[in-house]
């Protein structure tokens, strides 16, 4: 026996709806009505566009209207042939409106037989009809219609379903009650939980600086001298091109590169960081560069990855207890106040790095009104280093183990140390925080 809640297959759903279409479609456009009005699509722009979008599009049978690229350049004004692998908003609004709908009809009180669902993996809805039978379908009355008021029978059959509900709802909140009480949150779940205040996927974002390369002339006159070398563009991407230091170079032996440019720190820690959201069911996206705007900070929260190298994390930490400092070339964490503790990389006498520093910030409000995290180091380790503290939660709660007794409800800075042997970083070790 089916569960009311269950959705059907689609040669289900045709058998369930009313002979008469004209009813069928009126009925459906009156719940899709009632669904968007809710209070829970009022506000959401998007997910009203597209869940009419869909519902249209189903009801007139245009199921070539129904694919991700089309509902991508019809809906949200992406480009003819965009990259759906690259640009995931049909897929996000999706998830998006599915929990808006589960949302809705758990709070729906009425007993209207029909619901609109949106199966996962699908962007064809489907029309559930309830136990009331197809030929009882209600479409809206006209104004000063007369309306019958139900029978004994069904007034009863309504109250004894209500109060069975509410024992239901309150033996689940004891339930819930007393897992909660038994079963406290890790320091994982409540540094991340600010994210799921909010509807919208995290961004992941990462500076691309500036990078040159020679041109191609460079290459082949270094070649003339030495046969059989840089004769593929995979020698000379992967190869250091090893000049005479006295050659002299024009600028114009230089071009800009705009493929490259991601630090391999911060490459480090986004992968860990996107693991932990998927694992968590966090919807993210990732921007690199010139991907993302000030804009895009204020309607999503995100993680800012990247010390010197990201003009936001700057502008995100510029005012904060620890500020990253460059003074005369010298590149720093300092602490603020005229006593302020000092954290810069260590090298060894050979130029390699033996210990690095990151910083961890966990702004709930930031300046931007979004839940903003950054993640940076003042060399490429110490931002490894920063993106294992957050995303593992035994670093977390080694490092927060001090903390105060509401940490999770404050914003926060951590400052991170890792020693460094042969280029691999070590575990980060919390070397100083501070919390408001």
Same mark, same amino acid.
């Given at each position: 026996?089916?569960?009311?809640?269950?959705?059907?297959?689609?040669?289900?759903?045709?058998?369930?709806?009313?002979?008469?279409?004209?009813?069928?479609?009126?009925?459906?456009?009156?719940?899709?009505?009632?669904?968007?009005?809710?209070?829970?699509?009022?506000?959401?722009?998007?997910?009203?566009?597209?869940?009419?979008?869909?519902?249209?599009?189903?009801?007139?049978?245009?199921?070539?209207?129904?694919?991700?690229?089309?509902i991508g350049t019809e809906v949200f004004q992406r480009p003819a042939g965009y990259?759906?692998?690259?640009d995931p908003v049909v897929r996000v609004q999706a998830g998006e409106v599915r929990?808006?709908?589960?949302?809705?009809? !758990?709070?729906?009180?009425?007993?209207?037989?029909?619901? /609109?669902?949106?199966?996962?993996?699908?962007?064809?809805?489907?029309?559930?009809?309830?136990?009331?039978?197809?030929?009882?379908?209600?479409?809206?009355?006209?104004?000063?219609?007369?309306?019958?008021?139900?029978?004994?029978? #069904?007034?009863?059959?309504?109250?004894?379903?209500?109060?069975?509900?509410?024992?239901?709802?309150?033996?689940?909140?004891?339930?819930?009650?007393?897992?909660?009480?038994?079963?406290?949150?890790?320091?994982?779940?409540?540094?991340?939980?600010?994210?799921?205040?909010?509807?919208?996927?995290?961004?992941?974002?990462?500076?691309?600086?500036?990078?040159?390369?020679?041109?191609?002339?460079?290459?082949?006159?270094?070649?003339?001298?030495?046969?059989?070398?840089?004769?593929?563009?995979?020698?000379?991407?992967? =190869?250091?091109?090893?000049?005479?230091?006295?050659?002299?170079?024009?600028?114009?032996?230089?071009?800009?590169?705009?493929?490259?440019?991601?630090?391999?720190?911060?490459? !480090?820690?986004?992968?860990?960081?996107?693991?932990?959201?998927?694992? /968590?069911?966090?919807?993210? !996206?990732?921007?690199?560069? =010139?991907?993302?705007?000030?804009?895009?900070?204020?309607?999503?929260?995100?993680?800012?990855?990247?010390?010197?190298? =990201?003009?936001?994390?700057?502008?995100?930490?510029?005012?904060?207890?620890?500020?990253?400092?460059?003074?005369?070339? =010298?590149?720093? /964490?300092?602490?603020?106040?005229?006593?302020?503790?000092?954290?810069?990389?260590?090298?060894?006498?050979?130029?390699?790095?033996?210990?690095?520093?990151? /910083?961890?910030? #966990?702004?709930?409000?930031?300046?931007?009104?979004?839940?903003?995290?950054?993640?940076?180091?003042?060399?490429?380790?110490?931002? !490894?280093?920063?993106?294992?503290?957050?995303?593992?939660?035994?670093?977390?709660?080694?490092?927060?183990?001090?903390?105060?007794?509401?940490?999770?409800?404050?914003?926060?800075?951590?400052?991170?140390?890792?020693?460094?042997?042969?280029?691999?970083?070590?575990?980060?070790?919390?070397?100083?925080?501070?919390?408001?």
């Amino acid at each position: 026996m089916k569960s009311v809640m269950e959705v059907p297959h689609e040669h289900e759903v045709s058998q369930l709806l009313p002979e008469d279409s004209e009813v069928k479609r009126e009925a459906v456009l009156h719940e899709l009505d009632r669904v968007v009005s809710s209070r829970f699509f009022r506000s959401a722009v998007r997910s009203k566009q597209f869940l009419d979008y869909v519902v249209r599009h189903r009801l007139a049978g245009q199921a070539e209207h129904l694919k991700e690229r089309t509902i991508g350049t019809e809906v949200f004004q992406r480009p003819a042939g965009y990259a759906t692998g690259d640009d995931p908003v049909v897929r996000v609004q999706a998830g998006e409106v599915r929990r808006r709908l589960e949302q809705y009809y !758990q709070s729906v009180t009425d007993d209207s037989p029909l619901r /609109i669902q949106l199966p996962v993996g699908s962007y064809s809805p489907v029309f559930q009809w309830g136990p009331a039978p197809a030929g009882e379908i209600r479409v809206p009355a006209p104004p000063n219609a007369e309306v019958q008021s139900p029978g004994p029978n #069904r007034r009863w059959r309504t109250w004894l379903l209500v109060v069975f509900g509410l024992v239901i709802a309150v033996f689940v909140s004891i339930t819930a009650l007393k897992y909660h009480r038994t079963t406290p949150k890790s320091a994982l779940d409540q540094f991340w939980s600010p994210v799921f205040a909010t509807r919208q996927p995290v961004l992941i974002c990462l500076a691309k600086p500036v990078a040159y390369r020679p041109v191609e002339s460079i290459y082949r006159r270094y070649s003339k001298t030495h046969p059989g070398t840089f004769q593929t563009e995979a020698e000379r991407t992967n =190869n250091p091109l090893p000049l005479d230091p006295s050659e002299k170079l024009t600028w114009g032996d230089l071009f800009m590169y705009a493929d490259y440019g991601v630090a391999a720190g911060d490459v !480090q820690a986004a992968v860990a960081l996107s693991v932990l959201l998927g694992r /968590i069911d966090k919807p993210m !996206q990732l921007r690199i560069g =010139n991907d993302y705007t000030y804009q895009d900070l204020r309607n999503s929260p995100a993680v800012v990855i990247g010390g010197f190298n =990201n003009k936001w994390t700057m502008q995100l930490t510029s005012n904060l207890h620890y500020a990253f400092v460059e003074d005369h070339e =010298n590149y720093m /964490i300092r602490e603020q106040g005229p006593d302020g503790k000092v954290f810069r990389t260590q090298l060894n006498e050979d130029g390699d790095t033996v210990e690095d520093f990151g /910083i961890v910030s #966990r702004l709930v409000n930031s300046g931007t009104g979004q839940f903003a995290v950054t993640v940076a180091g003042v060399g490429p380790l110490g931002t !490894q280093a920063a993106g294992e503290f957050v995303s593992n939660g035994r670093y977390l709660e080694e490092g927060l183990r001090q903390a105060p007794a509401n940490w999770e409800k404050t914003n926060l800075e951590i400052v991170v140390r890792t020693k460094v042997t042969d280029s691999v970083s070590g575990p980060p070790q919390v070397v100083a925080a501070y919390y408001w």
